[in-house]
């Protein structure tokens, strides 16, 4: 039984870093309708941009600021070159439009920073927590814990710059409804640059966690598909949305390879989550917390 | 003469619903067709033949097929290579089990094999649309490959999964010079290019416009949106699982699951975009475009690296390609959303009024 | 062309007790109305008082959850809209539901699918059946294109027609399915005097030479009382009036909920 909580809990965990991707998708599909597929490619490219720094010779504590710098320039690029001549395309054109902006960003990051294998030491190490060990007999990693503190310090932020701050009530009004917030002044430009900046920013936080876990790779780019059943379960538009899925698909997909991997021949996390988001949509295709919705005509 | 159509009045209804209604166009493709078939083969070298026009025609064939689907159906999917891979691997093995089996019987196995499966990752299609259903085809893609990897009767318990074609003999004649490879694959892309061109001008293409433009007025008008959206995935998948069945027989000859990667079904949309969504044309001139790139650009760095001693990395030119890839998708989609196809056609409506613009 | 002598028949269509809500929000409660054969049936009543919702759930598009749905001697819970179509109803949308990637021609081409039975194999191969419907079904398409005055923009696009043609094209398309009951969703909102006149030309002239029942919906009460034979008022989803113009026009409830009188 301890073992079944230890691979629960390890999945859950690992889930929140799910979440954490998952919620620059949302971010950015809230405020303009774009489902950004490139997200996964902006956290490999800050990932990468933070490691190329650090081999440059840059002290982390500067190269920290840079590489935010650098995401949130590339971000209101994307914002300005991409997306505003596509405004009013129909959202599959978007999303297509952010397919190729992967491959472009993809290109470049390796193109400026090489493209081998590199680790990134964030000062923690990825072993049992002694402490946890020694009174419950479980594993649980010290850096999973810590990265699920930090996603949750930082959807905690995200949720109350939303709720608190005037841009984030103005952002709320255009998700709501584009039309209606330009009609009473809300400057929607203004706003997707805002919110492309800090999808770029959490883009960062998660590429430095998933980087020190898994290595600095384009693999890591494999992960923001990860983040696409989690939207799935959790709605395209919803912050906790975003972490509940991301708990969900990260605890069953351990779970699953724990317990039904070794009768199928292993290596079902690779497609689980999304097998696990269709059945779900079958059922429920208006997602966790949507609302069902009948079409006009 | 010149590219005029004054003069060609159409008497029939018949004669207007022609695919190529000007006479001048049915001429270009006749010849095109021609040379494709007479001259090619005579001129076209080996590396010609089986490196770059083979799998030209096979990626147009594949283009085409992810183009019913998303282009005139309306159902985006980032599947298409796990539907080649059905195709490919269902081919191998009714070579493999049934003895005496024609090869092209065999092709259309696959394609028929491939086409259930495409039904089945269809049917969530029938209750959800846009990104949700991409990420039913994402499940398509994953876990095709995961099954034909882990399920060693499908691969005949090779090794390590790499399956090795069997030789392509109709009636007696083996096809095993590049020349006689991209013949059979011209024709067969040729028969199945007119085939599609025909649905997409009768009744089911309109259907499937139908549902793509507004569902809704669709079924109200009587289309089956069910009906209309299975067969769209069923006559994808055929022609990926066909075009799948190529890419082993007459292209890679050993192939293992992992060649149908993300990767591919990537560059197969791309060829789609770039070459012009919804249309029978675009999908040659996307496949050619996708497939010339690359060659193009390692030969201009290469040539540059060369002259100018820059000592350019292999690694900085398949960057570069991703860049170029993904900033043309951006530029098309901001540009010309209908791709070169479209292109191509404001080049013949302005040379119908050359020399006179008005 | 077939001229049937105008005269109005029995009811086909009887709609008794239907009820339909969207979550809290009742779009209609408790409307009973009747349509009789090649009659001119007027749905009038201010904005969101759930006329373009019982169109909807005449054809299937939306299944009220009360109430039953008589058509032509076949009593249903509620109707679906492949079956609806079959059934020779037809329609056009008060926001313009065009198949926007498609020419003139072949939008009004899939106003007869469903009178086009060739399998997708034999289109693919264009022999026999489906070259031969193309054909006959062209030939009948081209007759509404005439009937609708629209054959200069048979080839173009409908996305760059104006707005009043897209509305004719929309006419067009549903009158290609030879429908026997016509129901229409504002045909006339947004059109300039000129385009209305051709618009209620057209619908009268449907209407007389081929015997078509027509549902209206419109705001133009000058339209309304001058086309139709019968007129059913809603208001909030409810019954307020029924009867002829007349009658209408002389209703208490029905000059109230105009005039916006409170409740
Ligand atoms: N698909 C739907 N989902 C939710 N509510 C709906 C839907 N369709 C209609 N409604 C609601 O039902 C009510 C009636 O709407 P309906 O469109 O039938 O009105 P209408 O009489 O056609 O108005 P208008 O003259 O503005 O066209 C409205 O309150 C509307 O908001
Ligand atoms: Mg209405």
Same mark, same amino acid.
């Given at each position: ?297 | ?358 | ?189 947004? #059109?300039? $005097? ?8 057209? +619908? %009268? =002239?449907?209407?007389?030479?081929? *015997? ?8 133009? #009460?000058? $339209? ?8 059913? +008022? %809603? =208001?909030?989803?409810?019954?307020? *009036? ?22």
């Amino acid at each position: 039984m301890s073992f079944f909580f230890e691979v629960l809990i390890g999945g859950l965990l690992s889930g929140v870093m799910y979440s954490l991707v998952a919620l620059g998708f949302v971010l950015i599909y809230k405020a303009s309708g774009v489902f950004n597929f490139a997200q996964g490619a902006m956290v490999f490219f800050a990932a990468l941009t933070y490691v190329g720094l650090l081999e440059k010779g840059l002290p982390a504590l500067l190269a920290l600021p840079a590489t935010l710098a650098v995401m949130v320039a590339l971000a209101l690029i994307i914002e300005r070159i991409v997306l505003r001549p596509l405004v009013n395309q129909p959202q599959i054109t978007l999303f297509m439009a952010t397919i190729g902006l992967t491959f472009f960003i993809e290109g470049l990051a390796q193109m400026v920073w090489g493209a081998n294998v590199r680790g990134l030491e964030l000062g923690l190490q990825d072993e049992p927590i002694q402490w946890v060990t020694e009174t419950s007999g479980m594993n649980v990693s010290k850096f999973d814990l810590v990265a699920a503190g930090v996603a949750a310090i930082l959807v905690t932020l995200l949720a109350l710059f939303f709720s608190r701050t005037r841009i984030g009530r103005a952002l709320r009004a255009v998700a709501d409804d584009h039309q209606a917030a330009l009609a009473v002044g809300i400057p929607l430009q203004q706003i997707w640059a805002i919110v492309w900046g800090v999808a770029g920013a959490v883009a960062l936080v998660a590429g430095l966690l998933w980087g020190a876990r898994n290595g600095v790779q384009y693999a890591l780019t494999f992960v923001a598909l990860k983040a696409l059943p989690v939207l799935i379960l959790g709605g395209f538009d919803s912050i906790p949305g975003a972490i509940v899925g991301g708990l969900i698909v990260g605890a069953s997909e351990k779970l699953a390879e724990v317990y039904l991997g070794p009768f199928v021949g292993g290596g079902i996390e690779g497609w689980f989550s999304y097998v696990l988001a269709l059945l779900f949509l079958l059922v429920r295709p208006e997602g966790l917390f949507g609302e069902k919705r009948i079409d006009r005509v | 003469m010149l590219y005029r159509e004054a003069g060609q009045f159409k008497v029939s209804y018949a004669a207007d619903q022609q695919i190529f209604s000007i006479r001048q166009d049915r001429f270009a493709v006749l010849a095109l067709v021609a040379i494709a078939f007479l001259v090619v083969p005579v001129v076209g070298n080996q590396y010609w033949l089986s490196a770059i026009l083979i799998p030209f025609l096979i990626f147009s064939l594949a283009a085409l097929g992810l183009n019913i689907l998303t282009g005139y159906a309306g159902q985006l999917s980032l599947g298409t290579a796990a539907f080649m891979a059905v195709g490919a691997f269902a081919s191998y093995n009714f070579m493999l089990r049934i003895p005496g089996m024609p090869v092209l019987l065999a092709f259309i196995g696959g394609g028929t094999v491939a086409a259930l499966v495409g039904i089945l990752f269809g049917l969530p299609s029938l209750r959800i649309r846009g990104f949700y259903l991409v990420v039913a085809t994402l499940a398509a893609q994953f876990f095709i490959l995961w099954f034909l990897t882990k399920v060693g009767w499908i691969t005949n318990y090779s090794s390590s999964g790499v399956i090795t074609a069997q030789q392509i003999v109709i009636l007696g004649y083996a096809f095993t010079t590049p020349t006689a490879k991209y013949l059979l694959v011209l024709s067969i892309v040729t028969v199945m290019a007119l085939a599609a061109k025909n649905m997409a001008r009768g009744n089911v293409g309109r259907s499937w416009m139908a549902v793509r433009d507004m569902d809704v007025a669709a079924e109200v008008i009587g289309i089956r949106l069910m009906r209309a959206k299975l067969l769209a995935f069923a006559v994808s998948s055929f022609y990926c699982g066909v075009a799948g069945a190529l890419f082993a027989y007459a292209y890679l000859g050993t192939v293992e699951p992992e060649a149908f990667n993300l990767d591919l079904s990537f560059r197969i949309l791309f060829m789609v975009i770039i070459g012009g969504v919804g249309t029978v044309l675009g999908s040659f001139l996307g496949a050619a475009f996708v497939t010339l790139l690359p060659v193009l650009l390692s030969v201009t760095v290469r040539y540059l690296d060369s002259n100018l001693d820059l000592h350019i990395a292999e690694s900085t030119i398949s960057n570069l390609e991703l860049m170029v890839f993904g900033g043309l998708i951006i530029f098309f989609l901001i540009v010309e959303p209908h791709g070169l196809a479209r292109l191509w056609q404001i080049a013949k409506e302005k040379l119908r009024l050359w020399p006179f613009p008005h | 062309m077939r001229t049937v002598e105008r005269k109005i028949g029995a009811a086909i269509l009887e709609l008794e007790h239907i009820s339909l809500a969207f979550g809290g929000v009742k779009a209609l409660t408790d409307i009973s109305f009747d349509v009789r054969e090649h009659e001119i049936r007027a749905i009038i009543g201010p904005n969101g008082a759930g006329k373009s919702s019982m169109l909807n759930v005449i054809n299937g598009v939306y299944h009220p959850q009360q109430g039953t749905i008589t058509y032509r001697g076949t009593e249903r819970r509620d109707m679906d809209p492949h079956r609806t179509a079959a059934q020779g109803i037809a329609r056009t949308f008060q926001n313009i539901a065009l198949f926007k990637g498609m020419s003139v021609l072949d939008n009004i081409m899939t106003g007869r699918n469903l009178k086009m039975h060739a399998t997708f194999i034999e289109q693919a191969i264009w022999i026999g059946r489906a070259r031969r419907e193309e054909i006959e079904n062209r030939r009948k398409v081209e007759e509404v294109i005439d009937f609708l005055e629209i054959q200069h923009i048979r080839k173009t696009p409908v996305g760059r027609l104006p707005y009043g043609l897209q509305k004719r094209v929309e006419l067009a398309r549903a009158l290609a399915a030879e429908p026997s009951m016509l129901l229409l969703d504002e045909p006339m909102a947004g #059109m300039n $005097v000129e385009e209305k006149q051709d618009m209620c030309r057209f +619908v %009268l =002239d449907v209407n007389e030479q081929y *015997g078509t029942t027509i549902v209206l919906i419109e705001h133009d #009460m000058g $339209v309304v009382m001058d086309i139709s034979d019968r007129v059913v +008022v %809603l =208001d909030y989803g409810r019954k307020i *009036g029924d009867g002829n113009p007349d009658e209408v026009r002389n209703n208490q409830a029905v000059i109230d909920a105009y005039l916006g009188v409170a409740h």
